[in-house]
Structures are given as structure tokens and as C-alpha cells.
């Protein structure tokens, strides 16, 4: 493989950006989300943040300006920011101010380690704008999760005594929330990679600070190797990674040509000496089951004055516990407020989360990542993690023990969020499992994931994968396939160069198949139907519906209404979408035909960003629902590599695939009876074996039609 280009190419310390650099960029977007009804009888005793934003929103148009007011008094209260102020002198960190100012003055890249709760976040952004590199450019903070950017930002904005959103701002894909007056920006790792189209060099910037970095997902590990190649050419740009674990410390060092690593040490030894720690006696089969019920179990019993902080693997299983609690936490005294707190939830709500709690209630937080504020702690001790096979290209998502690493931040959480009285952290594993089960540290994601939006990406930059720095580097196995399935794409071509399709891709922040999809329904001209599709797969597609318990024959009956026809789950997906959306986007309409208002209020606001992209890049919306055709087309171009026919024994098999195991349709699909010949899917959930979700039925000729660089007729035709 080949490249035009050598590296990442930037110029040396310019004054201002290089114009011919500029290129289009892209709006980000992500899911969001909507409250749910509560019964009235349970309205007294349990709430739920979805709750206090709708009726937030009932009155909004007539009590904005008073809210706004009250903001304004609150946040510039004098009294309100001295305590601030001396609350952030009695962090562990700030005894180390000015080593830290000293080792970011003196070297390029400074390598910060210092345990959960020291202040990292919030303050080593402070130090760098009262230290004045505001004044040589903007201040940037990136993190893993946006749910982090936007806490943290909130919390500096009432320490700094200024607007959120004027000089100290977040952006995360769902919301951008700076001005051209923000120095100090908060943002997730994904949206500074989507600003380097924009800004290769990032001369904008006079300080990056890369925290959660020993998290080391791909995004992560990306930035860096990009942020490295920068450093050659911007040499008075400052790079300050923080860490909450030692076990990257040195790796990172020596990734960085030797770079100093200032550690935060405690006044006191990290033996959680103000946490009990609480370990199951056996093994338990269902954990969400149980922390439900040690949750309940601390808020019925336990003093009021402390928070829960529930740690769940994705927001299925935060929507199923909030639902549990608010049917059991009926009858209790006490008030209980239920916080769910993850990445699809719109900013509005992430904002709620972190409101104080009301006096003579109590929050429990439901979370996937550990989040600070809490006295109790919750950990089943699993996580949902990428699982990549490049032999067979097969990815899951899988539920999996997490690290021992990953289990003290979690246990150091709960000390954080309690200041006058003992915490707790209950682990729902034991001991024993803890020392056979967990390993040592997270395996990177970039050693167990599916490498091609990564690559799209890094080719778009101009990077030459060869000469790429990685951390750890990937498989070449890994590496190999990503370009296979781009070239199956068309975004690349014999020699690995991005074509003007990948070119297209690259621009549209989603997954590298959906935005293929996106881009071949431009020239179907049935834009307006694939983008609703591309929104509704976004939202999790079969978390769209549901099914009541003493209404599965209801529910499987007005789920079937919408594949009548035999037409496939995609188009199905979008029958759901347009039928909502004749009902002026009824919430009514939604439980009538047991659908999640949430999933369908993310696919809005989905579908919304990307028809704003789509116009940005002059581009026209084009409809066409009298032929399905097309808009079957154009997802069979976005998921070439996801075709399998079916097998003599009914199971299916992926075309050109000839190590994929055999795979089977999902009994949810709509197709699960009809088991058509020839199909393309969205992606595999591991049950029993691995199924194919949203299945829609194709013409094995238009693999050859769309893709006739890698398909040829009579090869598919013989395909067993």
C-alpha cells in the first residue's frame, strides 16, 4: 500500500492557521432522549430527572427569563464562588500547583498521574488559564465521555465565576456549548479528531490536556498518535496527559520521547481508611437484579445525606433499572430521585443529573461511567466491551469482567462523595472472583476492535498508515481487513488512497457503514428515507420497541403492522418513523403502538443533523417512497460487507467469507420467518450463537451492480 502522503502533514509554528489546510467540518450529532411516564400513584414517592424536565418544560416559555435571572444571582454570588475557591484549595492537587505550572513551562508534554477524586478534571485546565496560556490560545480538556466534558465544564464555569458557554464552554456530539469567547473548552476525544479536518495543525490551541487517558480507547489512542506528529512541527504547542492509574504511566512516557510524570501523592495513604469496602459472599447470577436490590436496600436503610451511584455496561440496561426502580421505590419515605446518566441522553437532561440534591431526598445515579458525587457505590464489576475478530470480521459487543485497574477507581469513587462520614462501596463479585477474573489493566481498544473508521479517518488527515505511530499497535490482521472492507466500500482503492466517496464518508461523523449508506442515497436520490433509517439503526433499532409483559401478543401484533409485506426491518424502521412523525410526533401515538418515545426523540434529533449536514455541504433532501428499490439499494451499498446467503441447513453464511461462522436471523426480525436466500444485516448480537439484527431481503445481482470491483456474478451465483 501506498500513499501521496508521508505523514500527517502540517506546516511549522505558523501565525495562523493555513488557509489551503481548511476543509469542510462536520457537525457532530448523537442520540437523544425523552422522559418517560410515571403513574400517578407513584409520582408522591419516587422521581425520575425525566420527570423534573417535562414539567421543566411545560412552563418554560413563561418562566425562562425569571429562570435565567435566578441563574445569574446564583452563579455570581460572591459568597457561593469564595467557597468554591476554598473548596478547590482543599484538593489534593493543589498542594502541587505550582510543580505542575513549573513541568508544563520546562517540557513539551507533561504526564500527569493522580487517583480518582484529586481534582485532575477541573483544575489542571484552571491552573493552565491563570498561569496565562489562555492568552497564546484556547485551552483544550478532552475526555472519553461527553456525560465528563459536561460536569466538568459546569463545575469550572461556577469556579472561574462566568457563564457556561462564554469563556469556559464543552462540546460533545450532541450539543456545542462555546462562544468565540471560550478559552477553556471541554470536549469529548471524538470532537477535537473532527476539528483537525477543519484545523490539521490546531493552532487554536496553546494547551491540550488529554484526560482519561489510561482509559485508552481508540479515540484516545488516535489523538495521541496524532497530537505526537503535531509536536514536530508546532514545537511551543504543550501536551499534558492525565492518568488515574500508574499502569500507562511508563508506556506513555516512553511514547513521548521520555516525558516527565509528576505524580499527586495523597496527605494519606490510598487504603480507604473513609471507605468500606463490601464483597458478595458467593457468586450471583443476575447482577442488574441485585444492584437494583442493594439499592433499594441503602436508600431504605442507610441515613439520609448520601447519594447511589449504580454502574450498568450500556443505557438498555440503565432504562430497565430505572423502570424497576420507580415500580419498587413506591412506599418509601424518603424522596428518590432517578438519574440516568449516560451518552444518548440529550445535554438538557445530562445537565439535571448534576443539580444539587434537594434537601430530605437522595439521587441514584445510573450510570456507565464512575462519575464523582456519590456516597454509595454499586459495582456488578462488568463492562460492555468491543470484540473483534479480523479473520472472521465479525464484532460484538460484549459484556465482560472489567479491570483491576478499572475497579479501584470505582472503589475510590465513593470515598470522593463523602466528606463527613464513612462511605461505601459494594462490589457484586468476590474477592476471589476479583483476584482469578479481573485482569491486571484494560486491554486497549485498539488491539480488539474494528479498525476501518479509524483508518477512514486517519487517510482522510493525510496520515500514511505505515508510518502511523501507535501506542500498541493493532494487528496487522486488523489493519489488513479495515482496508479490505473500505475497499469492498469504495472509499479506497487498489493502492489503500482514499477515494472521493471515502473522502465523503470521513465527513460524516457516524459509522463507517452507515455513512456509506448516507452517501450512495445521494446518488439513489432517496436521501430523505436512508437518513431516517441511518437515524433509527442509531438509536439501537430494536430498542425502538417494547413488549409489556401482560401485553406480548399486542405488542408482537403491532410490531408485525409495520413489516406487512415481508419488507425488511429497514424499511419497517422507517414506517415506524414517518407514521410517527404524520402523528405530529405523538408521544401518545408511541405507546398506542408500543414504541419507546426515548429511542424515537433520539432518531429526531438524529435525523435532524444529519439533514443539517446534508445542507451544509449543498446537498438537497430527495424523497422516494413509491419505489423501495432504491432505498434498499442504497443500505445494501452501505452493508457489502455484512451480505450472507442462506445455507442448506437454513443458517446463513457471509458472501466471500469463507472463515465466518454460520449466523442465523434474530427471532425479533421481521424476517425470521420468511428467511429469504439472500440478505444483508445491520450487525450480530451473541445469544445462543450470533444473530443478525435488521435484516432486509437483497438481490444477489445488485452486489455485482453496486460493487462490481469485488463481486462478480457468476462467483456469487455459485456461492453455497
Known amino acids: ?54 414539567a421543566d418544560d411545560d412552563d418554560d416559555d413563561a418562566a425562562a427569563a425569571k429562570v435565567d435571572d435566578d441563574e445569574q444571582v446564583q452563579q455570581f454570588n460572591s459568597e457561593l464562588f469564595e467557597k468554591l475557591q476554598e473548596d ?55 475526555q472519553p465521555h461527553g456525560v465528563v466534558a459536561m460536569s466538568a465544564a459546569s463545575r469550572v464555569s461556577k469556579e472561574v465565576g462566568v457563564k457556561l458557554g462564554h469563556e469556559v464552554g464543552y462540546s460533545i456530539p450532541s450539543e456545542d456549548c462555546t462562544s468565540e469567547k471560550t478559552v477553556l473548552r471541554y470536549m469529548t476525544d471524538e470532537m477535537l479528531l473532527h476539528e483537525l479536518y477543519g484545523e490539521p495543525d490546531l493552532i487554536s490551541y496553546s494547551v491540550l490536556v488529554v484526560d482519561g487517558a489510561d482509559e485508552r480507547t481508540l479515540s484516545t489512542d488516535i489523538l495521541l498518535g496524532l497530537l505526537k506528529d503535531i509536536l514536530r512541527f508546532r514545537t511551543k504547542l504543550k501536551i499534558v496527559i492525565s492518568i488515574r492509574t500508574t499502569d500507562h504511566a511508563d508506556k506513555l512516557s516512553g511514547y513521548f520521547n521520555k516525558a516527565p510524570i509528576l505524580k499527586i501523592l ?40 448520601g447519594d447511589i451511584l449504580v454502574l450498568l455496561t450500556d443505557h438498555e440496561e440503565i432504562e430497565t433499572a430505572e423502570e424497576e426502580l420507580k415500580l419498587k421505590a413506591v412506599g418509601l419515605a424518603e424522596e428518590l430521585i432517578i438519574c440516568p446518566v449516560h451518552e444518548n441522553l440529550p445535554a438538557e437532561l445530562q445537565a439535571k443529573v448534576f443539580d444539587p440534591t434537594p434537601q430530605g431526598a437522595r439521587k441514584v445515579f445510573l450510570a456507565t461511567v464512575a462519575i464523582n458525587g456519590a456516597k454509595y457505590v454499586i459495582d456488578p464489576g ?84 505505515s508510518q502511523f505511530e501507535f501506542i500498541d499497535p493493532p494487528p496487522a490482521e486488523a489493519l489488513t481487513k479495515a482496508l479490505r472492507v473500505l475497499f469492498i466500500l469504495g472509499a479506497v482503492n487498489t493502492e489503500g488512497e482514499l477515494s472521493r466517496v471515502g473522502a465523503q464518508m470521513a465527513e460524516i461523523p457516524l459509522d463507517h457503514m452507515l455513512s456509506r449508506a448516507v452517501v450512495a442515497s445521494i446518488e439513489y436520490k432517496c436521501s430523505a428515507e436512508v437518513i431516517s433509517i441511518v437515524a433509527m439503526l442509531s ?88 419505489d423501495l428499490e432504491p432505498i434498499e439499494k442504497a443500505i445494501t451499498t452501505g452493508f457489502l460487507p455484512h451480505s450472507a446467503k442462506q445455507q442448506m441447513n437454513g443458517s446463513y453464511r457471509t458472501v466471500k467469507e469463507p472463515d465466518s461462522p454460520t449466523i442465523r436471523i434474530h427471532p425479533n426480525s421481521g424476517m425470521a420467518q420468511v428467511l429469504p436466500t439472500w440478505v444483508v444485516y445491520h450487525d450480530l448480537v451473541p445469544t445462543t450463537g450470533e444473530y ?29
Open 1 to 54: 500500500m501506498s500513499s501521496s502522503s508521508s505523514s500527517l502533514q502540517v506546516g511549522s509554528e505558523p501565525s495562523k492557521s493555513d488557509p489551503d489546510k481548511k476543509r469542510h467540518r462536520s457537525e457532530a450529532w448523537s442520540q437523544e432522549d425523552d422522559e418517560e411516564i410515571v403513574p400517578p400513584h407513584q409520582k408522591d414517592q419516587v422521581k425520575s430527572i425525566r420527570s423534573s424536565a417535562a
Open 539 to 626: 438509536t439501537g433499532g430494536d430498542s425502538v420497541f417494547y413488549r409489556p409483559q401482560d401485553k406480548h401478543t399486542d405488542a408482537d401484533n403491532a410490531r408485525m403492522h409495520f413489516h406487512s409485506g415481508n419488507v425488511g426491518d429497514h424499511i419497517a424502521m422507517l414506517r415506524v418513523y414517518n407514521a410517527w412523525k404524520e402523528a405530529n410526533f405523538s408521544t401518545q401515538w408511541c405507546h398506542e403502538n408500543y414504541i419507546r418515545v426515548r429511542s424515537m426523540r433520539r432518531a429526531r434529533h438524529i435525523r435532524d443533523k444529519l439533514e443539517q449536514l446534508l445542507e451544509k455541504v449543498g446537498i438537497e433532501l430527495t424523497s422516494n417512497l413509491v
Open 692 to 720: 443478525m439484527r435488521q435484516v432486509t431481503e437483497i438481490k444477489p445481482e445488485w452486489l455485482v451492480e453496486i460493487a462490481p470491483h469485488y463481486y462478480r456474478l457468476e462467483y456469487v451465483l455459485d456461492v453455497v
Open 88 to 142: 478547590r484549595k482543599a484538593l489534593p492537587i493543589y498542594r502541587f500547583r505550582e510543580a505542575l505550572l513549573d513541568y508544563v513551562e520546562e517540557n513539551q508534554v507533561v504526564i500527569i498521574y493522580g487517583p480518582t477524586g484529586c481534582g485532575k478534571t477541573t483544575q489542571i485546565p484552571q491552573y493552565l488559564h491563570e498561569a496565562g496560556y489562555s492568552k497564546k490560545g484556547k485551552i483544550g480538556c478532552t
Open 266 to 305: 495523597l496527605t494519606r495513604r490510598m487504603s480507604y481508611g473513609h471507605t468500606k469496602i463490601e464483597y458478595m459472599n458467593a457468586p450471583i447470577v443476575d447482577y442488574l437484579d441485585v444492584a437494583i436490590g442493594t439499592a433499594l436496600q441503602i436508600h431504605a436503610t442507610e441515613p439520609t445525606g
Open 382 to 465: 462488568f463492562c460492555k466491551r468491543k470484540c473483534y475478530n479480523p479473520r472472521t470480521g465479525i464484532e460484538l459487543m460484549q459484556v465482560a469482567h472489567i479491570s483491576k485497574a478499572t475497579a479501584l477507581q470505582r472503589m475510590l469513587v465513593s470515598e470522593r462523595g463523602s466528606q463527613t462520614a464513612p462511605a461505601k462501596c459494594f462490589c457484586l463479585y468476590t474477592d476471589r472472583n476479583y483476584d482469578k477474573d479481573f485482569d491486571k489493566i484494560t486491554v486497549p481498544e485498539v488491539q480488539r476492535t474494528n479498525l476501518a473508521n479509524a483508518v477512514l479517518r486517519l487517510l482522510h488527515l493525510g496520515v500514511n498508515l
